[in-house]
């Protein structure tokens, strides 16, 4: 039976920390009731605290999920804040499988300082399985080389690929405004809108069904890449 956690930093954890009550990042635990295991999607800011919400429902971490590199996902200097990732979720488990696409691999090591060899490479269509629970790797390039979603049953974590109202820059290292383009209109156009979008961030919400998002967000209704690039390169 699936369990899942959708955890808000500011307000689930890391609730003293200015900086991650700023960037209102979402983290997820994905788990299976029977077995008591689950695995955690973009541990940061409040490793300890993300896994004691875990332990007190019973749950072992054994496993986490990158969406993409920035620390503010998966741990390291940000904003000339450190931000507790990865690395931290590593020394508490006694080293649990990170899972990170493989081309954002050279980046996590960079600003996270862990080892090439603590990371498990991960493709599109890959499967990770925790207990009887199922989740599949989508790679969404566009915000990072490797950036991903992650579909579990009717669930859609979509990291910073696209938010309610918006979607990732694409204006840091490795971002790709024409690759973003095509995830949005072509990669996950593809996808059924019955799945319930969970974001990386709460920027507008915090979930809604896909369709939905394709209705009123106005980044996946632009009519063509040019069209595309404009909006996405307005100012703010």
Known sequence: MLWFRQLEAGRDFARADRVATMMDNFVYL??????R???VVDPAWDVDGICEIAEADG????????????PDHVGGAMMGHTVQGIARLL?????VPIHVHAADIPYVVGVTGVATSDLTPRRHGDRIEVGD?????????GHTPGSSCFRCKNALLSGD??????????DLPGG??????????????ALPGDLVLYPGHNYGGASAP??????????????????FRAKRDAPR
């Open 30 to 35: 994905i788990g299976d009731v029977n077995k």
């Open 37 to 39: 295991e689950a695995i």
């Open 59 to 70: 749950m072992k971490i054994v496993g986490a999920l990158c969406s993409h590199y920035h």
């Open 91 to 95: 020394e508490r488990t006694g080293g």
């Open 133 to 141: 629970v199922h989740v599949e790797w989508l790679h969404t390039p």
């Open 161 to 170: 690929t696209v938010f309610m109202s918006g979607c990732g820059r694409t």
């Open 176 to 189: 790709d405004t024409e690759e973003m383009y095509r995830t949005l209109h072509e990669r996950l156009a």
């Open 210 to 227: 896909l369709s939905e998002v394709r209705r009123t967000n106005p980044f996946l209704a632009t009519d063509g890449p040019s069209a």
